[in-house]
């Protein structure tokens, strides 16, 4: 049963394992971010020595839907 105020449907990850996050791979992020009328998403990257993240906003998202 789904409430109201659930937490369901408000993220999406994309998760990639390459040498380095490119700006490509930011842009096709935040493609689905607006494609998928998500308000957040993450970008993951497992490839790199250390853990790369990036947080990406949709400017166009809307929380009051019809």
């Known amino acids: 049963m789904l409430h109201e105020n659930s937490y369901e449907n408000i993220i999406i990850v994309e998760l990639k394992a390459v040498i380095n996050l490119e ?3 930011l842009a096709q992020a ?12 993450l970008l993951i990257n ?21």
């Not at 935040?30 to 998403?41: L, W």
């Not at 497992?46 to 019809?66: A, H, R």
């Open 23 to 25: 700006n490509a791979h």
């Open 30 to 41: 935040k493609n689905y971010v607006v494609a998928y009328d998500f308000p957040i998403g």
């Open 46 to 66: 497992f490839g790199s020595t250390s853990l790369q993240y990036k947080k990406i906003f949709n400017p166009n998202y809307n929380e009051e839907k019809d």
